[in-house]
Nanobody, 128 residues
Framework: QVQLVESGGGLVQAGGSLRLSCGVSGRTFSRYTMGWFRQAPGKERDFVAAIGVAGEWAASNTRYADSVKGRFTISRDNTKNTLYLQMNSLKFEDTAVYYC?????????????????WGQGTQVTVSS
């Protein structure tokens, strides 16, 4: 079993920055593809970013939603079993509950149903 716990959410003004963290316990963190998703009230859960399994090429093995490219950066620290999402130039439309997820496969899936484990979510609110 894998447990994921997000932190780092909060209230920020438009144009500001936040860094989300996701601590992972259980099975070997480095073997999982990791992703960030978000869900705004009344909307479906949407893909934000994903990063491949550990290795020297992990940093280049990333994928982003078009809406966050150039503003968000996903990274992982396998020594700390932690996933990160650095969010810069935040916009009002980034307001949502952000979830981290783990996938026991190598491809960078964008569909929530393709991920096996989920955290409880952390609220990000961007004021305009």
């Amino acid at each position: 079993q894998v447990q994921l716990v997000e932190s780092g959410g909060g209230l920020v003004q438009a144009g500001g920055s936040l860094r989300l963290s996701c601590g992972v316990s259980g099975r070997t963190f480095s073997r999982y593809t990791m992703g960030w998703f978000r869900q705004a009230p009344g909307k479906e859960r949407d893909f934000v970013a994903a990063i491949g399994v550990a290795g020297e090429w992990a940093a280049s093995n990333t994928r982003y939603a078009d809406s966050v490219k150039g503003r968000f950066t996903i990274s992982r620290d396998n020594t700390k079993n932690t996933l990160y999402l650095q969010m810069n130039s935040l916009k009002f439309e980034d307001t949502a509950v952000y979830y981290c997820a783990a996938r026991g496969a190598f491809d960078l899936a964008v569909i929530p149903g393709h991920y096996d484990y989920w955290g409880q979510g952390t609220q990000v609110t961007v004021s305009s």
